[in-house]
């Protein structure tokens, strides 16, 4: 057979399989040239980003780049070593490096994530560390005491090297003692691992409560004449058109102390004047507004699994005696399930990363994971940022990865 | 090479320079009516007078895009406006040029320059532009003549002034009034703030309106908590309360009492691509008569003595400016310059104490 296909020729005698093969590439090439766009753009502003922040969470080199003499006294001495006068010198020739290069501030902002109020102690020393004499360990403990401070030295040490887990330990809440143990940061100081906890129940109650309110919605819409469903569906994607913005500070004018539900509470005689109901700038807050903005996001989905749901089935069960209930339940549920499933997802992860929402409407209680990134990026600490944008988009990973397991990304539906 | 060549060559190479010389220059700043304000006082008689195109871009804090242009090493900012803290810290960090003060301007009254701007205003990297504060604000029209607040305690004292407060969701200026509430003397509060014993100080002080407190990022958010009457007082941008009573007729009054002030001015990132050019405009806007104009259009304090008894009415009505700025003496009298030095230190560490402790409800 092969030898048969060998030997057929074209008309200008080349071998027929080759000139089939030349012949396709031109449009296989050609068809990826129509694509080629769209792969660059999702490379260059998806794929590329998301490695350098994966890559800025454990990559720092604001410390390691200015210190080639201590790098080398910790390549020498081993962990735990308390550092002698050769330690100090070290410190000494780099800090006049770092006068050189002004990167003092940098050095010492690394230095000042782990171990704070050490960032001035850099610039201080910097600044006169070309009138630095020997012995430098007692030149250096008169700038400031705090120079043999072990958790100085150990910071020292582990941002000698520009990859680092520093950053994660800071959002597990965890810190390194003196002797490099991890230990848990004072109580008082505890705010991300726990508010990453907060963030996904959050964002679990409001995926819920979306989930309850979209569902009779979509059903409506999908068994609806389409006249009147179209109406209505104008009615749903009228706020998804509204900007972010006015609709948050909509809400800020209904819900607020003096706003107009407590208004109208007060004037019916529902609530006295002075027992007006606190919704916004809480934790309620927070969760009605994105409730209201996300559900878009929700009812789009259930409704184009819900159309295309034959009623034939329902009414065959019904005839056949089912309950409304068990109807619902064995027959129409599980054909929603799609639907359900790519809404649920959407809503879940647009609010666990929300930002603007929690910021005006959050109030103390009601901020998210987000708020947190924001902090540190208007900070200039992008390894920080990074880390804990990473930790978000594991964790969404991860529940993505349950989800596949128990349901299964083939049955998404998105429309 | 004869003379006549040389002669011709440097003609044709001047003549070269020169668009060069006339190229527009890129400031980035704040927008809204910051950057109008900026737009009349200094780009356009800027432009008028020395040929040099301004290209003005907004940005919502010039600091962290000027950042990301440097370490791209792709800069097209020539000049940007900063906070002090986010100054102190890029120039540390070697991305931004160091500015000799001595090359600016003598003021109106022949000081000169270094000592014509306010007692350490000026620093390495930066030129200050303006001084703005942080004060208390409330609604006169809700006391009655001789009851309103007086003082920063009064504003933590919920029993003589019940009621919720807008509070800055930030422990920056917070922590600060809170001592200054608690008793501590302005010159005292970052002595008192760098101990353990200060910090729970100011904590314990702020959780007593803990219960009372609506906290608030955004500054145009003040104004619209006492307008809608969702607050009997609350901490905000001087410039917003003026704005609200000034400009929409509002009954707010500012308490200068234990007001924070801070400045903002210019900076040359590292490899500005018009870095001269850059420099002569900062040696115009922040001369006294451009200051003064400026500290007309928004109420924002001129860090230039010479430049203070320059500035006449709010521009445009027959309202005088100067009381409503923070840098006027009768308001300067309990008055903490907030220190960046401080905050560059212990910003993270007390940053996450402070969102702990909001968490912690």
């Known amino acids: 057979m092969s030898d048969v296909a060998s030997q057929l020729t074209t008309a200008d005698g080349r071998p027929l399989k080759a000139a089939l093969a030349s012949a396709q590439a031109r449009a296989k090439r050609r068809a990826f040239f129509l694509v080629l766009p769209l792969l660059l753009f999702i490379l260059i502003s998806f794929a590329v980003p998301i490695g350098q922040m994966l890559q800025r969470s454990v990559y720092n080199d604001q410390f390691s780049k200015s210190v080639p003499a201590l790098t080398e006294w910790f390549a020498e001495n081993p962990k735990g070593t308390a550092p002698d006068e050769a330690a100090f010198a070290a410190l000494a020739s780099d800090l006049v490096l770092m006068k050189e290069t002004r990167a003092a501030g940098d050095a010492g902002t690394r230095i000042n994530y782990v171990v704070s109020g050490t960032r001035s102690m850099f610039t201080k020393a910097a600044r006169g560390a070309d009138k630095l004499e020997p012995p430098y360990m007692a030149a250096m403990l008169e700038l400031d005491e705090d120079w043999d401070d072990p958790l100085v030295w150990n910071a020292m040490r582990s941002a000698a090297s520009p990859w680092t887990f520093d950053f994660y330990t800071i959002a597990f809440d965890l810190e390194r003692d003196a002797d490099g143990k991890l230990t848990k940061v004072d109580e008082n100081q505890r705010i991300y691992f726990r508010l990453f906890i907060k963030t996904f129940l959050i964002a679990g109650v409001i995926t819920a409560i979306c989930l309850v309110l979209a569902f009779p919605i979509a059903h409506l819409l999908a068994t609806l004449p389409m006249a009147k469903a179209n109406l209505l569906m104008i009615l749903v994607l009228l706020p998804f058109w509204t900007s972010l913005l006015v609709r948050t500070t909509s809400w800020i004018v209904l819900l607020q102390g003096q706003g107009v539900i407590n208004d109208i509470f007060v004037a019916l005689g529902i609530l006295g004047d002075d027992g007006r109901l606190q919704m916004?700038?809480?934790?309620?807050?927070?969760?009605?507004?994105?409730?209201?903005?996300?559900?878009?996001?929700?009812?789009?989905?259930?409704?184009?699994?819900?159309?295309?749901?034959?009623?034939?089935?329902?009414?065959?069960?019904?005839?056949?005696?089912?309950?409304?209930?068990?109807?619902?339940?064995?027959?129409?549920?599980?054909?929603?399930?799609?639907?359900?499933?790519?809404?649920?997802?959407?809503?879940?992860?647009?609010?666990?990363?929300?930002?603007?929402?929690?910021?005006?409407?959050?109030?103390?209680?009601?901020?998210?994971?987000?708020?947190?990134?924001?902090?540190?990026?208007?900070?200039?600490?992008?390894?920080?940022?990074?880390?804990?944008?990473?930790?978000?988009?594991?964790?969404?990973?991860?529940?993505?990865?349950?989800?596949?397991?128990?349901?299964?990304?083939?049955?998404?539906?998105?429309? | 090479m004869n003379k006549k060549t040389l002669l011709a060559l440097t003609t044709a190479l001047g003549g070269l320079a020169l668009p060069a010389l006339a190229e527009d220059i890129t400031i980035m700043s704040w927008g809204g009516s910051y950057a109008a304000a900026e737009n009349e006082a200094y780009y356009k008689p800027f432009t008028a007078e020395s040929g040099i195109g301004v290209v003005s871009v907004d940005a919502d804090n010039p600091a962290t895009p000027v950042k990301a242009q440097v370490d791209a090493g792709n800069v097209t900012t020539d000049v940007a406006l900063f906070l002090l803290s986010d100054a102190v810290r890029l120039c540390d960090e070697g991305q931004l040029m160091p500015i000799d003060a001595s090359l600016l301007p003598d003021g109106v009254d022949g000081t000169p320059a270094e000592e014509d701007f306010l007692e350490g205003t000026l620093s390495e990297c930066m030129i200050p532009n303006d001084i703005y504060a942080t004060a208390v604000a409330f609604d006169a029209s809700q006391y009655a003549e001789g009851e309103a607040p007086s003082s920063i305690a009064d504003f933590f004292d919920t029993e003589k002034f019940p009621g919720k407060r807008g509070v800055l969701k930030s422990p920056k200026v917070v922590l600060e009034m809170a001592l200054m509430a608690d008793g501590v003397p302005a010159s005292e509060v970052y002595d008192v703030l760098d101990t353990d014993e200060g910090v729970d100080r100011a904590f314990a002080k702020l959780e007593s309106i803990k219960d009372d407190a609506i906290y608030w990022e955004a500054g145009a958010q003040p104004p619209q908590l006492l307008a809608d009457g969702e607050v009997v007082m609350t901490m905000s941008y001087n410039g917003r309360i003026f704005n609200a009573a000034v400009n929409e007729g509002k009954p707010f009054e500012v308490l200068w009492d234990g007001q924070v002030y801070e400045w903002e001015g210019y900076v040359i990132p590292e490899g500005a691509p018009n870095a001269e050019a850059a420099m002569d405009y900062i040696k115009y806007a922040t001369s006294s008569e451009q200051s003064a104009s400026f500290s007309e259009r928004i109420s924002y304090g001129t860090p230039r003595k010479s430049a203070a008894p320059l500035v006449g009415n709010v521009h445009g009505t027959d309202i005088p400016m100067a009381p409503n700025l923070p840098t006027y003496p009768d308001n300067m009298t309990n008055a903490l310059a907030s220190s960046a030095e401080f905050w560059v230190d212990r910003e993270t560490e007390l940053g996450e104490r402070f969102n702990a402790w909001l968490l912690a409800n």
């Open chain 1, 280 to 415: 916004i700038y809480n934790q309620t807050g927070t969760i009605i507004a994105m409730v209201h903005i996300l559900l878009p996001f929700m009812v789009l989905p259930l409704y184009s699994v819900m159309r295309v749901i034959p009623v034939s089935y329902t009414r065959a069960a019904r005839s056949l005696g089912a309950t409304s209930w068990t109807t619902f339940r064995r027959i129409y549920l599980p054909q929603t399930i799609p639907g359900i499933g790519a809404g649920v997802l959407l809503v879940f992860i647009l609010a666990v990363g929300y930002y603007i929402t929690p910021a005006l409407v959050g109030g103390a209680d009601g901020q998210l994971f987000s708020n947190m990134v924001q902090f540190h990026m208007t900070k200039a600490n992008w390894s920080m940022a990074a880390a804990l944008a990473t930790m978000l988009l594991v964790g969404v990973l991860v529940l993505y990865w349950l989800y596949d397991r128990l349901i299964g990304i083939d049955k998404l539906k998105l429309g």
